[in-house]
């Protein structure tokens, strides 16, 4: 193995360590595979498209859900209707949650989605407890102003 290169080119200093906030490869680059196989396919992809389209119409089964995912690609996420009431106080979120808990108890969501739900609540739960800490705050700084 060869010597490390250091200077302003390599991103490395003296000792050939990379510097903070150096992340690597320039933002954007691509791999050198990646490069290859766009030139190779270059101009190509009418005639590729135009012969997956031949082989779904003819019955390959693999042409065919090729051709389908990029007409309708697979949903990731589907949108959720669920009333959650109107957060304004900590005592809001135990309320919140016990609609995402009976909601999923009765199968109008998922595990996954009440548990996205919950984490937003929670959210809300530490944006009101922050709230909560500013005006705490600014009081005792107001107080403490009076003295």
Same mark, same amino acid.
């Given at each position: 193995?060869?010597?490390?290169?250091?200077?302003?080119?390599?991103?490395?200093?003296?000792?050939?360590?990379?510097?903070?906030?150096?992340?690597?490869?320039?933002?954007?680059?691509?791999h050198?595979?990646?490069?290859?196989?766009?030139a190779l396919?270059?101009?190509?992809?009418?005639?590729?498209?135009?012969?997956a389209?031949?082989?779904?119409?003819?019955?390959?089964?693999? %042409?065919? *859900?090729?051709? @389908?995912?990029?007409?309708?690609?697979? #949903?990731?996420? /589907?949108p !959720?209707?669920?009333?959650?009431?109107?957060?304004?106080?900590?005592?809001?979120?135990?309320?919140?949650?016990?609609v995402?808990l009976?909601? %999923?108890? *009765?199968?109008? @969501?998922?595990?996954?989605e009440?548990? #996205?739900?919950a /984490?937003? !609540?929670?959210?809300?739960?530490?944006?009101?407890e922050?709230?909560?800490?500013?005006?705490?705050?600014?009081r005792?700084?107001?107080?403490q %102003?009076? *003295?």
């Amino acid at each position: 193995m060869g010597a490390r290169k250091s200077g302003p080119d390599t991103g490395r200093d003296s000792k050939g360590r990379f510097g903070p906030g150096n992340a690597g490869k320039p933002r954007g680059s691509r791999h050198r595979t990646t490069q290859a196989v766009e030139a190779l396919l270059d101009g190509e992809a009418e005639a590729l498209t135009r012969k997956a389209v031949a082989l779904a119409m003819e019955g390959d089964t693999t %042409a065919l *859900r090729l051709c @389908l995912e990029r007409i309708a690609p697979p #949903r990731r996420e /589907a949108p !959720v209707t669920v009333e959650i009431p109107t957060i304004e106080t900590a005592g809001d979120l135990p309320k919140a949650i016990a609609v995402l808990l009976q909601a %999923a108890g *009765r199968g109008d @969501l998922t595990p996954g989605e009440a548990g #996205r739900l919950a /984490a937003l !609540v929670g959210e809300a739960g530490k944006a009101l407890e922050l709230h909560d800490i500013e005006a705490r705050l600014q009081r005792l700084e107001g107080q403490q %102003a009076q *003295r």
